[in-house]
């Protein structure tokens, strides 16, 4: 009886252990990523804020992935190689314009009005700098670094904004206008929307529970 009390303990505590174990080799790889992860994005930032500011590099929208598809090879350090690049880079360009002076109250905040269309005045550029895994890691969730910066713009009367290519037509990444789903036209398309319409197997508008006609009405409460 002794015997498989102990040995019953000995699993429980080995048992324990090699979780622990398996969790910190999770935590030390997360960390080596972030790592790795925090440097790229930083240093991406840096050259972009280090180039003119008309360069097309800067231009407004969305840009693609600009590490190598490979890794430096361990042993030679020669690329590419066959060691593939787990990390993918992107970053966004976005050009805002501040609110005049005599549009904004005396000690009154404001916010920076997005410029989309060509031709108008815009006073920065605003660099989103992106750096995740391209290849998921179970149990270790979004692994990733992002940063800002704003490139001032120094002659906003002759610099004029140029059209985005993303939020204007609708065709980037994540077009803004129009979105199937604000538009109504996506598979769950928000305008109009039946659960919105009070035509869905749950409308909202009415709804028995807030009518007060459901089996546990809440307007008025059943007691």
Known sequence: MEVVVCLSLAAVVFGSIATLFLSSRRTNDAAEKYSI????VRDRLEQLMSLRFDDRRLSEGFHEDDLPPTLPDPATGESPSSVPNVFRRTYRVRQFAIPRSDEVPAGGLFTPVRVVEPGSRYDYKRLDVTVELSVSRPGLGWIGARVSAIRRNPAPDEILSEASPENVA?????GLHPHPYFAGTGPAGLHPHPYLAGTGPAG??????FAGTGPAGLHPPQR
């Open 204 to 209: 909202l508008h009415p709804h028995p529970y």
């Open 37 to 40: 992860a925090s440097a790229l």
């Open 170 to 174: 609708g065709t980037g990444p994540a």
